[in-house]
C-alpha cells in the first residue's frame, strides 16, 4: 500500500483535526500491518522455527519464574531483526525499489518503533517522554495476546518434528554419512605404560560421521568401538613430548558416570592432524558441556609430562580449545566438503526425485535429472579411482 506522511507529534503539527486523521491513518497502517504479520506463522521456514523454538525453551529452562520472558526472547528478536528492520529498510529487504523520501520514513519509524513495542511485549507506551504515541496503545493492548498465541504457533511442534529434534541437532543430515576415514594409530590413557614404544600404538581405520567416531582392525573387518559423538567434551593436540610423537591428537568423553576417558590418535603429518581435528570439532560443535582446560600431556610414571603434576585427577592446565574464540576458525578441507556433499545428495537422491515429483514443477524435475546425471558420473569416477588403487 501507499504510505503517507503521518504527523503526530504537536510540534510538528498544531491543526487537532490533522492530528485526529494521522492518528486514524497510523491506527489503520498498524492494524494491517499486524494482521498480516500475525498471520504469517505457517509461512515462517522450519530451520527458523526449528531457531526460535530453542531459544523458547532455553529461555523457559534459565528462567523458569519468569513465564513472559520466553514469549519476549522470540517476539523482540524477530521484530527487530525482520519485521522492524524491514519498514525501516524497505528497499534493502526488496519492498520498494528506491528508498522512501524523509516524510514516509518518518511515518515508517512511528510504524516500526510500534511494532517493536508490540514485539516487545511493552505495555506503556504513551507514558513517556513521547506522549504522543498514546492513541496507538489501544493497539498494543488489543495485540498482545495475538502475538503471544502467534508465538505458541512459531514453537509448538507436532509428534514427529518433537522425534526430530530430540533425535539430534542436525536433523537435516543423515547422521550416518561418513566425513572422513582412514588409518591412523591410536591407544587409549588406560593402556599407557612406563615404557612407550612403536608397538604400544596400534594401527586403526577410523570412521567419522555426525553420529560416531569409529574404528576397526582394517577397513573392512567389523567395528570394534565406537565413541559416541555427543559423548566428547574435547579434541586437542598434543605436546610432541608426551609420547615422543609429533602429529597427535586426543579425543576426550564424558561417560555416564562423569568420569572422562581419552583415546590418543597419531597421525603421519601434521595435515593429517589438522584434518582429523577440525573435522571431529565440527561435528561437537553443539555439545554441552565442553572442557574448558585440559593437559596437553600423558599421565605416565606417576605425574603429568605437561605441568608435571603427580595428581591425575588434577584440572587441566591448557586452555581448551572450545574457549578460544578465535582458534575455532579452522581450515576448511574443499575435498572433504565436497565429499560431505556428494554423500549427502547421493544417500538421499531417492527421497529428493520423490519430493521433486510431488511438486509436479517442470524446472525441479529438470534439475532433478541433471542432479541425477552428475551423481551417476561420479559414482562411476570414484569407482574406476578405487579400483586403480586397488
Known amino acids: 500500500p501507499c504510505l503517507h506522511h503521518v504527523p503526530l507529534c504537536p510540534r510538528l503539527c498544531l491543526h487537532r483535526q490533522v492530528l485526529e486523521s494521522s492518528e486514524a491513518t497510523l491506527t489503520g497502517y498498524l492494524i494491517s500491518i499486524l494482521d498480516s504479520v500475525l498471520g504469517s506463522s505457517e509461512h515462517c521456514p522450519s530451520p527458523m522455527k526449528q531457531f526460535f523454538r530453542i531459544l523458547y525453551?532455553?529461555?523457559?529452562?534459565?528462567?523458569?519464574?519468569?513465564?513472559?520472558?520466553?514469549?519476549?526472547?522470540?517476539s523482540s528478536f524477530i521484530f527487530l531483526r525482520f519485521f522492524a528492520a524491514a519498514l525501516?529498510?524497505?528497499k534493502l529487504f526488496g519492498l520498494r525499489r528506491d528508498h522512501p523520501n524523509v516524510r514516509v520514513l518518518r511515518t515508517l519509524t512511528l510504524v516500526a518503533k510500534t511494532l517493536q513495542s508490540i514485539g516487545n511485549l511493552v505495555e506503556n507506551l504513551g507514558q513517556s517522554k513521547e506522549a504522543y504515541m498514546a492513541p496507538v496503545h489501544p493497539v498494543i493492548l488489543n495485540h498482545i495476546p495475538i502475538l503471544?498465541?502467534?508465538?505458541?504457533r512459531l514453537v509448538e511442534m507436532d509428534g514427529k518434528l518433537a522425534r526430530q529434534s530430540t533425535v539430534s541437532n542436525r536433523s537435516a543430515f543423515d547422521e550416518n554419512v561418513t566425513l572422513l576415514s582412514g588409518y591412523v594409530s591410536k591407544r587409549s590413557a588406560e593402556s599407557i605404560t612406563v615404557i612407550v614404544g612403536p608397538t604400544t600404538f596400534k594401527k586403526r581405520f577410523f570412521w567419522l560421521s555426525h553420529k560416531s567416531l569409529s574404528y576397526a582392525n582394517s577397513e573392512r573387518e567389523?567395528?570394534?568401538?565406537?565413541?559416541?559423538?555427543?559423548?566428547?567434551?574435547?579434541?586437542?593436540?598434543?605436546?610432541?613430548?608426551?609420547?615422543?610423537?609429533?602429529?597427535?591428537?586426543?579425543?576426550?568423553?564424558?561417560?555416564?558416570?562423569?568420569?572422562?576417558?581419552?583415546?590418543?590418535?597419531?597421525?603421519?603429518?601434521?595435515?593429517?592432524?589438522?584434518?582429523?581435528?577440525?573435522?571431529?570439532?565440527?561435528?561437537?560443535?553443539?555439545?554441552?558441556?565442553?572442557?574448558?582446560?585440559?593437559h596437553p600431556g600423558a599421565y605416565r610414571s606417576g605425574k603429568w609430562t605437561c605441568c608435571r603434576h603427580n595428581r591425575k585427577l588434577v584440572?587441566?592446565?591448557?586452555?581448551?580449545?572450545?574457549?578460544?574464540?578465535?582458534?575455532?576458525?579452522?581450515?576448511?578441507?574443499?575435498?572433504?566438503?565436497l565429499q560431505t556433499v556428494f554423500s549427502q545428495l547421493y544417500v538421499g537422491r531417492d527421497s529428493i526425485q520423490e519430493k521433486c515429483k510431488s511438486m509436479l514443477m517442470d524446472g525441479a524435475s529438470k534439475m532433478m535429472r541433471r542432479l541425477q546425471v552428475v551423481l551417476d558420473r561420479l559414482e562411476k569416477e570414484h569407482e574406476l579411482d578405487s579400483k586403480e588403487q586397488g
Open 57 to 74: 525453551r532455553r529461555v523457559r529452562e534459565r528462567f523458569p519464574d519468569n513465564a513472559n520472558l520466553p514469549y519476549t526472547a522470540v
Open 222 to 294: 567389523p567395528v570394534k568401538k565406537q565413541i559416541d559423538v555427543k559423548t566428547i567434551c574435547g579434541v586437542e593436540r598434543m605436546d610432541e613430548n608426551a609420547f615422543r610423537r609429533k602429529n597427535m591428537l586426543q579425543v576426550i568423553q564424558r561417560l555416564q558416570d562423569g568420569e572422562l576417558a581419552t583415546t590418543y590418535i597419531s597421525t603421519k603429518d601434521v595435515n593429517d592432524q589438522t584434518e582429523w581435528l577440525s573435522a571431529i570439532r565440527k561435528v561437537c560443535v553443539c555439545n554441552r558441556r565442553m572442557l574448558r582446560l585440559y
Open 88 to 90: 525501516l529498510s524497505p
Open 315 to 337: 584440572p587441566g592446565c591448557s586452555v581448551a580449545h572450545s574457549t578460544v574464540i578465535g582458534d575455532w576458525r579452522d581450515p576448511l578441507d574443499p575435498d572433504m566438503e
Open 148 to 152: 503471544r498465541q502467534f508465538i505458541d
